[in-house]
T-cell receptor, first 116, second 109 residues
Framework: GAVVSQHPSRVICKSGTSVKIECRSL??????MFWYRQFPKQSLMLMAT?????????EQGVEKDKFLINHASLTLSTLTVTSAHPEDSSFYIC????????????FGDGTRLSIL | GQNIDQPTEMTATEGAIVQINCTYQ??????LFWYQQHAGEAPTFLSY??LDGLEEKGRFSSFLSRSKGYSYLLLKELQMKDSASYLC??????????WGAGTKLIIKP
């Protein structure tokens, strides 16, 4: 149980393109989903917490107009990187948690984004 | 402030036992998580401790001491596939995870 699907797994695109990443909880309802970014050999960095039906909560330093998050249902959250630039190249990982607060986060497989 | 400390890197031999330590400071406490992350992959959940003591799950065990703000992950009968980073994360009073930087475990034959 607790399977999270993230798509696409890899994106290579030109600078200025907008990229949408989907995160789905397949066998449970996720009131809360999380979006992380990880640069090579560095730790996970939480970008934002996404709650179904409400606006995402962004961490300090994360531009909400650049990283658009939509959590339209209990099983789907999307992250759109708008007008991506080479410095946005990174490993983006989503996670989802069932309703109760002290449950573990279950991660998708991640999306490797490369902006040329 | 909130903080998670764990060693940056450890080396162990195949078949041996290794203990990865983690100390934490969180605003309130709702448990301690361990995750495994292989290079280039997303983390996978290993264990959760909220009460003091040892939780055993196959070759992996996790220990928690709330009074000391301390946890460890114990890996027995090490296999080459256990080479990975191990992430310690404390959950604060708002149910937010505070992540450590991870311990890279290198297994040698």
């Amino acid at each position: 149980g607790a399977v999270v699907s993230q798509h696409p797994s890899r994106v290579i695109c030109k600078s200025g393109t907008s990229v949408k990443i989907e995160c789905r909880s397949l066998d449970f309802q996720a009131t809360t989903m999380f979006w992380y970014r990880q640069f090579p050999k560095q730790s996970l960095m939480l970008m934002a917490t996404s709650n179904e039906g409400s606006k995402a909560t962004y961490e300090q330093g994360v531009e909400k107009d650049k990283f658009l998050i939509n959590h339209a249902s209990l099983t789907l959250s999307t992250l759109t990187v708008t007008s991506a630039h080479p410095e946005d190249s990174s490993f983006y990982i989503c996670s989802a948690r069932v309703d109760r607060g002290n449950q573990p986060q279950h991660f998708g497989d991640g999306t490797r984004l490369s902006i040329l | 402030g909130q903080n998670i400390d764990q060693p940056t890197e450890m080396t162990a031999t195949e078949g041996a036992i290794v203990q990865i330590n983690c100390t934490y400071q969180t605003s309130g406490f709702n448990g301690l998580f361990w995750y495994q992350q292989h290079a280039g992959e997303a983390p996978t959940f290993l264990s959760y401790n909220v009460l003091d003591g040892l939780e055993e799950k196959g070759r992996f065990s996790s220990f928690l001491s709330r009074s000391k703000g301390y946890s460890y992950l114990l890996l027995k009968e090490l296999q080459m596939k256990d080479s990975a980073s191990y992430l310690c994360a404390g959950m604060d009073s708002n149910y937010q995870l505070i992540w450590g930087a991870g311990t890279k475990l290198i297994i040698k034959p």
